[in-house]
């Protein structure tokens, strides 16, 4: 019980030391994001998901990201899913600068569980993914935490103004093994079974060791479209991003 309190403790005192550590170029930058989610039947969804990153709100964008893949619900509240994307990130200052530095294919597997303490939803999930970074492969493990709590309404239906925040930490098989926290807070609002605008300020820490690294703001904006086809047994749909 006693490691268990100190491996916790460690696990806070990283996360906390994210947030006291600047990058130098610490410039509010932006992630605008368009995620689709189909639902053909009860059981089963499709996903795709297009991101772009810049340094700057409008402009010096650095990075872009294209994936899918497809997922399971199960036990009403919990999901597994498999996906695969393509990652490229490019030097800067400009606009997706040639060359590019960094070019990643991507594998991975997830399980979602959620629990509710009234009308606050919590998420949990659990990642593990197969990356192939410039030609190299690592493997790489993360989990996130995501209350999200309607505002409005008892429960996610349309117009349906909602809160939402997360904290994700990232692991790797290798030392020193912590690679990076990831801290978003934001709010949204769902116009429509349809469709769904989420705004919030993240902050990506990146760990040279367990004591250093640096960290970049940004304001994130996504677009979530939801197609439901399913005829029984609705879950009620979190408005949750997959990246």
């Known amino acids: 019980m006693e490691q268990k309190k100190n491996k916790l403790l460690l696990l806070l005192v990283i996360m906390l030391q994210s947030f006291g550590s600047f990058a130098q170029n610490n410039e509010l930058g932006s992630w605008d994001i368009v995620n689709l989610f189909v639902k053909p039947t009860d059981k089963y969804f499709l996903y795709g998901e297009v991101q772009t990153r810049s340094q700057k709100l409008t402009t010096d964008f650095y990075y872009h990201e294209f994936k899918g893949g497809a997922g399971l619900n199960f036990a009403h509240k919990h999901s597994a899913f498999i996906g695969m994307g393509d990652y490229t990130t490019y030097d800067f200052p400009g606009n997706y ?37 410039n030609g190299d492969f690592q493997n790489r493990f993360r989990y996130r935490i ?76 996504t677009l979530l479209f939801t197609v439901d086809k399913s005829k029984k047994n609705k879950v009620e749909k979190l408005p949750s991003v997959m990246d």
């Open 97 to 133: 600068k040639s060359p590019a530095t960094t070019k990643e294919f991507r594998i991975w597997e997830q399980l979602i569980l959620n629990n509710n303490i009234g009308r606050l939803k919590i998420e949990h999930r659990y990642r593990i993914e197969q990356r192939w970074v």
């Open 146 to 221: 995501n209350p999200i709590i309607p505002i409005n309404h008892p429960t996610f239906t349309y117009n349906t103004l909602f809160a939402t925040a997360f904290d994700e930490v990232f692991f790797t098989n290798l030392a020193p093994y912590f690679l990076r926290n990831r801290f978003f807070a934001g709010m949204g609002y769902e116009f429509t079974p349809l469709f769904t605008l989420q705004i919030g300020f993240i902050r990506q820490f990146d760990y040279n060791t367990t004591t250093n690294g640096s960290g970049k703001n940004f304001i994130q904006t």
